[in-house]
């Protein structure tokens, strides 16, 4: 049986929303999927690790990355930038590995311009009070930040219809369940079916 390309997904939230860790469980319940590692020059947080969470670099040599047009979008979010490194991404996708990018909603623009197939989800909290008890909850900003945060999310929300998916993250085994869903109907499309099991079409079809 041939190998397909591996299908590439975006997944964007307003923070605190539980994006990652919808994500990460995401990983834990399905093979073949990936999240790709950004490279960020936001300061690394005391549970974060360097390669896993985020590649931690300096703005100098962001900057240098990002002119060498080695990310295939980036982005400056809360005054830090985030980028996505291109080479990384193309090959995981050729050897049909299936990859995550959570990224905002400038950077899923870029992406569509480059990848037009790629399939979008947006997650949105039930409601703006659990938003914000969600952001206290997390312990990692002062009130200022989270108030900024508060204010962001509105405009960050207001991109929600640009998406192919909406998942609301009420209850979280529903939301991971509904988000496992998409991937799974990715997997089942014609065009990859058909590349996946050409031999045995072919075959029924003699």
């Known amino acids: ?22 994500v990460d469980e995401l990983i834990k ?10 490279h960020t020059t936001r300061p690394r947080r ?4 360097d390669g896993e969470n985020y590649h ?10 990002a002119t060498a047009g080695q990310f295939i979008e980036h982005a400056q979010v ?5 980028g996505t490194a291109q080479s990384w991404v193309e090959a995981q996708l050729a050897a049909g590995i299936d990859i995550i990018l959570e990224i905002d909603w400038q950077g899923a623009e870029q992406i569509r311009r480059l990848f037009p197939e790629v399939i979008t989800v947006f997650i949105l909290p039930p409601s703006r009070q659990c938003l914000l008890e969600r952001l206290k909850a997390r312990g990692q900003d002062d009130q200022t930040v989270i108030e900024k945060r508060m204010s ?4 960050e929300i207001s991109h929600c219809y640009a998406f192919d998916y909406i998942v609301i993250n009420d209850e ?6 509904q988000l496992c869903s998409i991937v799974e109907t990715q997997r089942l499309r014609q065009a990859r079916q058909a590349a996946v099991y050409a031999d045995l079409v072919k075959d029924l079809l003699a």
């Open 46 to 49: 005391a549970n974060e690790k």
């Open 56 to 65: 931690f670099i300096d703005e100098a040599m962001f900057k240098q990355m």
């Open 152 to 155: 962001q999310a509105s405009n």
């Open 29 to 38: 319940s399905l093979s073949g999927i990936q999240v790709s590692v950004s």
């Open 1 to 22: 049986m041939a190998k397909p390309s591996g299908n590439l997904f975006i997944v964007a939230a307003a923070s605190g929303t539980g994006k990652t860790s919808l």
């Open 78 to 82: 809360f005054g830090h930038y985030y």
């Open 172 to 177: 979280f085994e529903l939301a991971l369940k």
